[in-house]
């Protein structure tokens, strides 16, 4: 070990001198639950080089605070950072022993909170606490970049990413921190993330072209539609939530084709990409007023709590049903492209969407309990029974 010019460990708050040949961090240092912590960034390529092995969590012997790897979660994080110039990714946590780190305050009085240096025995590891993925995807980028020396290893050189370091290398506590950290953790529902994220050219289209230009009168400018949750109550005055929405959205414009999320989305951005942003906003408005002027739907936007009838009464604001008639739209639309969007849609309105009607037994809805049923096979099957009722004898001419 380098030799320092004092002996020890110090909390964050306590005066040290400077340990020469030790690394340098620039840091803030500070207690939380009793234990000595620091807050410092790095640049993404320094960091990986600072950082030890992958320690998957073995409860037996009690070693690791690491989940078993998700390869496609890597994968994403890493194809994130490659291909997101404007990037952004939380603190990684990690760990370190007192035996090769401490920190040395700037001054003498007693904040808190001070500013000061985080000193780093030359060669000592940190340990990942939390933030396997993104350290593993760091290092994916780099590895497959640095060679390159292009813009975007340029980018990592220049960037920083937040460090919190905690002083203490006890094992037992270091997988309490993981489980605690997983549990007090709230991630976004999906309307809320969906809504935010306008990198997505089909968030940005609804929430910009479709909800707040006010083309589709029954959302009133989205005063009807549930951004907070995913899932509206029973006596909501909105019609569905962002997240059903989005996806009845992109299955009108590519069906039903797409098994995973990724898949999903490439293919919507890739549809809207070929035919245009215009052209895709423009159906989406034309399904959207469509579906607000469906008789039932048009009576509930009309009356005072009259969505809670229409959702206690009928099938038409049900996610998986929404899903539906935007599949059998695509799917009507694919057989006769003559057939426009609003006239499939108002050809539903002779369907039986009521819950005491049979028109859905056996697709979404369960012929012995009478209960909605979930999932894609469900509304996938109610939406090629919608399709043929929209053109009668679909089935024996399009192979559906």
Known sequence: MVPSSDKGSDGPNKKRKISYGYVPYPAIGFQMGGRPFCITAMTPVDYVGVVGPREEWDPLSGVGTNRKEDKAHRDAIASYI??????????????ISEHDAHFVADDDN??????????????????????????????????????????????????????????????????????????????????????????QVLNRLLIEEVIKAGDVAGFDQGARIEFLTDTPGKLSAKLMSFKAMRYASGTLLIGTSARTTRTWNDAVETTIARVGEEAA?????????????LPRIAEGLSRE???????????????????AIAAAVHIVRTEDEDLSIADAVSKLESFDFEREGRALIGTL?????????????????????????????LKS???V
């Open 305 to 323: 709590r009259g969505l809670a009838v229409v959702r206690e009464e009928t099938w038409l604001l049900s996610a998986n049903v929404i899903y």
């Open 82 to 95: 490659q291909d997101t110039p404007d990037y952004v990714l939380n603190s990684i946590l990690l760990y």
């Open 281 to 293: 906003t423009g159906d989406l408005i034309e399904f959207w007023s469509a579906y607000c002027a």
């Open 365 to 393: 809805v369960d012929p012995e309990t009478g209960k909605a049923a979930t999932g894609r096979d469900a509304w996938g099957s109610a939406a090629v029974r919608m399709a043929e009722h929209v053109l009668p004898g």
């Open 110 to 199: 007693n904040q808190v909170i001070r500013s000061g240096v985080l000193y780093v025995r030359p060669g000592a590891k940190f340990k990942v606490g939390d933030g396997g993925h993104r350290t593993s995807a760091y290092g994916d980028v780099i590895t497959a970049h640095e060679p390159l020396n292009d813009e975007v290893i340029e980018r990592l050189r220049t960037s920083g990413q937040p460090i919190v370091v905690v002083i203490d290398d006890d094992q037992v506590r270091r997988a309490q921190d993981f489980s605690d950290l997983q549990k007090n953790a709230k991630p976004l529902n999906a309307s809320i993330a969906q809504s935010m994220d306008r990198r």
């Open 397 to 399: 001419q399009a192979g």
